[in-house]
């Protein structure tokens, strides 16, 4: 156990909360929202969780994401360069692509909701969440070292 | 229709991975998109301008089906086999549209003479140029009918398909659509001038694709030049109509552009046409034909669409309008980025230029594809739930992410400033060159559990790759190219080659070791076939036992030169399996499927104007002993599917060997690569008889294999041949008469071995050794009894057999004559 231990505990932590938080939104809070909520409350409700979702994203989980993430790069010893060769360095380029695209489905997710488009909201938050599942699939696949 | 354009950008996106990158992107573009279009859309204006009614309900589901059932077994079939395949699908198109020819004439034979009848007139014209151009395409798949050039079929080709199908359609089309478009009157007496300039047309284009086919420069000019005239006419109510209404509507704009760079692409055709011989006409519009399928169809097609896609959806002027706007979203970029790219493709810039061009061009197209299926999905297609579209997404990124993580490094990446270099993965990348039959570094050591990176790069000017015993490997690769290849974990030595025939052999191969326990690579696996036992042909060969049924000898029978000064051959580089030795056939690399290849005769001062076509797998060139120039461009290697021309004026009198000028060139001449080119020395007597031998070696085995090169290196043929057959001419006796002069020109081609030659019971009276004469008759009383030439020397020599009777001819050199080099002369009153 060392110091580098806590880092990743870290990192995983926080990815976990966020893709399990995601998926307590939209499994279960949702679904109860819609049965047991009328339409007022329901929307209010449904605003509060995401700007406090939105908050954790802002405020603890991309901060910590992005930090222990380049913190454990370097400690690697991954390189620009190092990030074009198949193996470890395009998978780890291939999980920083697709999270930055569930980063942008996330903000536009946002975005559309500010201003009504429920129906394309709520695909990109759906988006979100599936590439969410996905990056943890290619963190699986880094290889181990 | 979309499908076809989307799938053009992507083949143009891919090209460097697919094996014909050219010919396909063409194709799909042309015969996809734009003939689909074409169809489509010629049906849909004759209807319309014909005042017809819609044809019965299966002929439009069936048309398509079949045409692009036909379409896609042209691409797949001539791409990647079997050739008869795409033989029937170009039958199958041809077929298709000769039936909507006949449809069409059929309705306007029967029409009541709508204002606009003479457009379909122009339809017509358009379908049966596409039926000529279908079958060219089809003879030139076919190569048939055999021993017609296939550039001139080519030239024909392309023109009577770009001119013909595609220029008459959108010529005949533009009368009517330009003024939809400006949303104005068609200018007064556009009907006459359609119908005179189609008659100017039609024959215009019969007259170049006949010029072409019979190779006369100047018939394929005149034609054109009618075809010019005939178009200049038919733009004239286009000029009029402009003029009044001026382009206003980005389909205006995307239809002008394309009409202007149609008016280039013609004018640049004439240029090329009438400034090159017809068999170089195909080779010198290369450059243009891109040009002219992205500047004129492709902008073209693209305007119409945009002008007629939220017509077809319909659904009242608010939903058409708002169509539009989503279709012509970006237009002036799109317009501006294609057009200063269109130029960049035709003109001769920096690779890097014209690969931005074609960026640019690419991007445009596809962001079109991508609008019109919004359009398509947004007017037809239905609602998506929000969950089954959020999912589809994430798993596209997704897909896209995975994809990217497991891509192993097989395709081509630009090369980088990279050497050896560890990194904290425990991975080392080394670079790894491939150049004059080499694989450098030749040897790798690394410690055990080393996950290697090659960074493989090309920097030969013909293409090699490098295959791992693993059976990892890289693709073939062209000069300048990079491929990265990623080991597993170091286990074991590894040996690695380049699967070019010959090139292992010849020395390309390389070892990765485990540090430690390495071993100098010529210690692997290059010596396992090798033997110090010398296989000699008599104990291998049976040079008595019949040739077998059917087999022919090369006709030894020189012919005079032909009359002209200038000599025209198109020779293929193939492989063929031919009878070298009695019941032996051997897989041979043949200048135009004999061993030797074609023998070319003429005088001093004649210019020979050969087109090498390389049918083969592997890389091939030429080289001609008898003309003198620099051997940079006309003896380079060329890859397979392309040709060159080499053209040289024959300066000097003498027997000259031609052969493969591709590295190694041991192999290439010991597999049969060679020819005789026989320039008459002034005043040569005329004979009664003549005949021309080549003298070659001959190597049995895998052709380019260890134990075949090893074979050549250690200068150990298994036989000895005079034109491509070991002892033929035992079996097929050449003949003379008594006392008639018989003159027998001799070129030895080796590789390794001269000749000694020699006619058992005659002596020879003239002798005729690169280029002087040795001996002549009535200098004194000396006769000869040898000509001696080294390897790639040739000459001639003259007797007369005194009485009747069976007269062996043989290297004298006795290993040679007792292992092949041996024939007969039966003379014979």
Request: net charge positive; charged share 15%; aromatic share 8%.
């Amino acid at each position: 156990m060392t110091w580098w231990s806590v880092i990743r505990f870290l990192h995983v932590t926080s990815a976990a909360l966020w893709v399990g938080g995601q998926l307590t939104v939209s499994l279960v809070v949702l679904p109860l929202a819609r049965r047991l909520l009328d339409t007022g409350q329901r929307a209010r409700v449904l605003r509060e969780v995401g700007r406090r979702f939105g908050m954790f994203t802002g405020a603890f989980f991309l901060p910590v994401q992005v930090s222990t993430g380049i913190a454990m790069a370097v400690h690697k010893g991954v390189t620009w360069e190092s990030l074009t060769y198949p193996g470890y360095g395009r998978t780890l380029s291939a999980k920083l692509l697709l999270f930055v695209l569930v980063m942008v489905a996330a903000t536009v997710h946002g975005w559309a909701n500010g201003r009504g488009m429920a129906v394309f909201a709520r695909s990109m938050a759906i988006a979100a969440l599936v590439g969410s599942v996905g990056i943890v699939l290619l963190a699986t696949a880094l290889p181990v070292t | 229709m979309l499908a076809w354009l989307a799938l053009a950008a992507l083949a143009t996106l891919t090209h460097d991975h697919l094996p014909a990158p050219r010919w396909l992107l063409i194709h799909v573009f042309l015969l996809g998109a734009v003939t689909n279009a074409i169809v489509t859309w010629t049906e849909h204006f004759a209807i319309a301008l014909l005042r017809r009614g819609e044809p019965s309900p299966w002929v439009r589901p069936v048309r398509l089906a079949a045409l692009n059932t036909g379409v896609a077994a042209v691409l797949y079939g001539a791409t990647y086999g079997p050739v008869r395949l795409g033989i029937a699908g170009a039958a199958l198109v041809v077929g298709v549209i000769g039936w909507h020819v006949a449809i069409l004439v059929s309705w306007s034979r029967r029409a009541l003479g709508g204002r606009f009848a003479h457009v379909v007139a122009w339809y017509i014209g358009a379908g049966a140029a596409l039926v000529t151009g279908g079958t060219l395409g089809g003879l030139m798949l076919a190569a048939w009918p055999p021993g017609t050039s296939s550039t001139r079929l080519q030239a024909a080709h392309v023109h009577v398909n770009l001119l013909g199908w595609v220029g008459l359609a959108v010529l005949g089309t533009l009368f009517t659509l330009w003024p939809t478009v400006l949303r104005t009157q068609v200018a007064e007496g556009s009907g006459v001038i359609a119908r005179r300039s189609l008659r100017l047309a039609v024959p215009g284009l019969a007259v170049t694709v006949g010029g072409f086919l019979g190779g006369a420069r100047w018939v394929a000019v005149a034609g054109l030049l009618l075809y010019a005239a005939a178009a200049a006419l038919a733009l004239v109510p286009f000029l009029r109509t402009a003029r009044r209404r001026p382009p206003h509507t980005p389909a205006a704009w995307m239809l002008a552009a394309g009409t202007a760079w149609f008016v280039v692409a013609v004018l640049a055709d004439l240029s090329v046409v009438a400034t090159r011989p017809a068999d170089q006409v195909a080779h010198g519009i290369e450059p243009l034909v891109p040009f002219t399928l992205v500047g004129f169809a492709g902008q073209t097609l693209l305007g119409a669409l945009t002008f007629l896609l939220p017509v077809v959806l319909g659904g009242g002027p608010a939903a058409l309008k708002r169509n539009a706007a989503l279709l012509e979203r970006g237009w002036i970029i799109r317009l501006a980025v294609v057009n200063v790219a269109v130029p960049l493709i035709a003109l001769p810039v920096p690779g890097r230029v014209s690969l931005i061009a074609w960026g640019f061009v690419v991007a445009a197209l596809a962001a079109f594809v991508l609008l019109a299926a919004v359009t398509v999905g947004r007017a037809r297609g239905p609602r998506v739930s929000p969950t089954v579209g959020g999912v589809a997404v994430g798993l596209l990124a997704t897909a896209v992410a995975v994809a990217l993580a497991l891509s192993d490094g097989r395709g081509v990446t630009p090369a980088a400033k990279l050497a050896v270099q560890d990194n904290g993965a425990g991975v080392r990348t080394v670079e790894v060159t491939l150049a004059n039959m080499r694989i450098m570094p030749g040897t790798i050591e690394a410690a055990p559990g080393t996950r290697l990176v090659l960074r493989v790069t090309n920097r030969d000017a013909q293409q090699h790759d490098l295959r791992l015993a693993t059976g990892q490997r890289t693709p073939m690769l062209g000069a300048g190219q990079t491929a990265t290849l990623e080991l597993p974990p170091l286990a074991g030595p590894i040996d690695g080659w380049c699967t070019v025939p010959g090139h292992r052999a010849a020395g390309m191969t390389m070892r990765i070791d485990v540090k430690g326990t390495g071993r100098a690579p010529e210690s692997g696996m290059d010596h396992s076939g090798r033997t110090d036992h010398m296989a000699t042909a008599p104990g291998v060969l049976n040079l008595a036992a019949p040739m077998s049924p059917g087999w022919r000898p090369y006709d030894a029978t020189l012919r005079p030169a032909s009359g002209g000064t200038e000599h025209r051959m198109e020779i293929h580089a193939v492989r063929k399996d031919i009878e070298v030795a009695p019941g032996v056939r051997q897989r041979m690399w043949t200048f135009g499927g004999t061993v030797p290849g074609p023998v070319l005769r003429g005088k001093v001062g004649d210019v020979f104007t050969i087109t090498l076509v390389n049918d083969d797998t592997m890389g091939h060139g030429i080289d001609f002993h008898a003309g003198s120039l620099a051997p940079d461009v006309p003896m380079r290697t060329i890859r397979p599917g392309e040709h060159l021309t080499y053209r040289f004026r024959a300066e000097h009198a003498g027997a000259w060997l031609y052969h493969c000028s591709t590295m190694p060139m041991l192999q290439h001449i010991a597999n049969g690569m060679y020819g005789a080119v026989i320039i008459d020395p002034p005043n040569l007597a005329p004979v009664d008889r003549e005949y021309v031998l080549v003298q070659g070696e001959l190597y049995l085995g895998q052709p380019g294999g260890t134990e075949q090169v090893s074979k050549m290196r250690d200068g150990r043929p298994d036989a000895w041949m005079f034109n491509g057959t070991a002892a033929g001419y035992d079996h097929a006796p050449m003949t003379a008469r008594p006392g008639e002069r018989v003159r027998v020109w001799v070129v030895a081609a080796g590789p390794a071995s001269g000749t000694a030659f020699h006619i058992v019971g005659a002596q020879f009276d003239t002798v005729y050794k690169e280029g002087a004469y040795l001996l002549r008759p009535g200098q004194g009383d000396g006769a000869s009894q040898v000509l001696d030439l080294a390897a790639a020397q040739g000459g001639f020599v003259e007797t007369a057999f005194p009485e009747p009777g069976h007269y062996p001819f043989v290297d004298h050199d006795m290993r040679h004559g007792e292992a092949g080099a041996h024939g007969i002369f039966e003379v014979t009153r």
